[in-house]
RNA sequence: GUGGCCUUGGUAUAACGGUUAUUACGUGAGAUUGUGGAUCUCGCAACACGGGUUCAACUCCCGUAGGCCACCCCA
């Protein structure tokens, strides 16, 4: 009753304040409150609790697979001087060119929120003198990017990252060992994927084969459309990831990488690709693959999901979860000693959005941590003895779920039924003065009294009839 | 950066140039005294913002913001 009334003369003082502020309001909308209300910066996202279970999943299994792999975290500043980002990706880059959030700071230095990490992470193996350390060395980091992008689908403007480097060692196994790994995190996550790969050979011969293409293409020029026509110019290796119809013929017939590349690039590449079968990695040759960051050299590879027949539309057209390749000039190219390496990074937003609606369409459960038992209490003197219960239980390993705010039994059992807990404890004022505590079996409905020095033990015993099963 | 579609409670939705703005999920209280997975009752909660047309706008028009889709590009 009181709290209707407090309710009422809020709505009332609310209403006052907005007629006053009203030319204030601009284009914020109104909150129930009343209030001005902010709306989210165009492209970004909030993760909200109901989505932990996919991004907590995630990240152990990053973190799991970087312990197993021997990767050591690295984690480095959002904020980098602005130049860090232009001369690795590369000017030209749409990354850099179009969508990089660049700015002056307070003392007029150009500063840049940083749209991936790579760049970074050689930046502090120069910065660290890392190849004095043995080599390779093996880093990983998970964090948020920027790219002032238009959003769409799987595109953010604020979105994380996940990814693994090698730096120091050229060997094709560590090519191998990245793709493996990135395999492995989707695989552990439970969602099957494939690998797209290619190898885009060292700048020469790169050099050689752009030009070869374009002079296929200019013999094809009428026949393409407007957006090729651009690129024949502007951006050769992007003709081959055209997805206009009238461009498909012209592609097919297209000069492949492949043959321009020498002995060694060429080696390399055969050499990744048996690591792979040997590895059972599921892997498919792309010709047409290059991508679009200028550091690359050599191998290159793309992950998709495997949805199956049902075609996506969550994920629109964004659907690599991730990429990466070698990147054998970039460190002497930053200004470090000449070294050597490869690495990759996985979009998580795409990744939790592929991952939940592969488990809808196949009708799966995404596992989640559950809770051993609900403690439901009834009165004052209970609700004190449950919460200091509840932290013994916890300090023992338990996990208990509570609502303190329910009052009524019904309430709290309704509660824990759909948190679908096996058990409830039951503290009420009867337990309190006897001493005991009643555990109910939510599925039987059959409940026990127990001592509650014995509760610990007792409820450990009943739970690990679920060993496996439960978790 | 270009083009198109869209915006109603927390979510998903209905409707209409003039209604107390629909329904479901959700959420809160309750259906005799301390027992859930069923039903019922009663609450809570919305027309994105600004301007225009009109006697009258949630509804029509314009602008802003945001979302979605395609291109570009990429995670």
Same mark, same amino acid.
């Given at each position: 009753m009181p709290k209707q009334k407090t309710k009422v003369v809020k709505k009332k003082i609310v209403k006052i304040k907005t007629d006053k502020t009203k030319s204030r309001a601009e284009s914020s909308a109104p909150s129930a409150g009343g209030k001005k209300a902010y709306s989210l910066l165009r492209g970004m996202h909030d993760i909200l609790p109901k989505e932990e279970k996919y991004w907590k999943s995630a990240y152990h299994t990053a973190e799991n697979l970087a312990e197993h792999f021997q990767f050591g975290r690295l984690e480095t500043p959002? =904020? &980098? &001087?602005?130049g860090l980002f232009v001369r690795s990706i590369g000017k030209g880059t749409d990354v850099v060119d179009k969508e990089m959030y660049i700015f002056e700071d307070r003392d007029s230095n150009k500063v840049a929120l940083r749209p991936e990490d790579t760049a970074s992470v050689v930046r502090a193996y120069i910065m660290h003198g890392m190849w004095n350390m043995v080599q390779p060395v093996k880093m990983w980091y998970w964090g948020p990017m920027f790219r002032y992008d238009r959003p769409q689908a799987g595109r953010f403007r604020q979105f994380n990252q996940v990814g693994f480097e090698i730096l120091g060692d050229a060997d094709p196994v560590q090519d191998a060992e990245l793709i493996l790994i990135a395999h492995n995190f989707y695989k552990d996550l439970g969602l099957p994927v494939e690998i797209y790969i290619n190898s885009i050979g060292v700048p020469e011969e790169r050099q050689k084969y752009k030009t070869a293409l374009v002079e296929y293409y200019r013999s094809k $020029? %009428?026949? /393409?459309?407007d957006d090729c026509k651009q690129r024949l110019n @502007?951006?050769? /290796? $992007? =003709? =081959?990831?055209?997805?206009?119809e009238r461009c498909q013929p012209v592609k097919e017939e297209a000069p492949q990488i492949i043959s321009w590349l020498e002995e060694e690039s060429k080696n390399h590449f055969m050499k990744v690709l048996e690591y792979l079968d040997e590895l059972a990695v599921p892997y498919v040759l792309k010709p047409t693959l290059v991508r679009g960051l200028d550091y690359y050299t050599r191998t290159v590879f793309e992950v998709y999901p495997v949805m199956g027949e049902t075609e996506d539309a969550t994920l629109g057209s964004q659907t690599a979860l991730g990429g990466g390749g070698r990147y054998d000039l970039l460190v002497e190219e930053m200004g470090g000693k000449p070294a050597p390496a490869v690495g990759f990074s996985l979009g998580i937003e795409r990744s939790v959005t592929a991952v939940k609606q592969y488990f809808d369409t196949k009708q799966l459960k995404f596992p989640v941590q559950q809770v051993d038992a609900f403690m439901a209490q009834l009165g004052d003197q209970a609700r004190r003895r449950a919460l200091k219960t509840m932290n013994e239980l916890r300090a023992s390993g338990l996990k208990i779920a509570y609502n303190? %705010? @329910?009052?009524s039994l019904k309430g709290q059992l309704e509660m824990a039924n759909s948190l679908q807990v096996p058990y409830a404890l039951i503290l009420g004022q009867k337990e309190v003065q006897d001493g005991t505590i009643i555990i109910r079996d939510m599925e039987s409905g059959v409940q026990e009294i127990v001592d509650q020095k014995k509760l610990e033990n007792l409820l450990k015993k009943k739970l690990s009839r679920f060993d496996g099963e439960r978790k």
């Open positions: 959002i =904020l &980098e &001087e602005a $020029r %009428s026949y /393409l459309c @502007k951006n050769p /290796l $992007r =003709l =081959l990831d055209c997805k206009q303190f %705010s @329910k009052g």
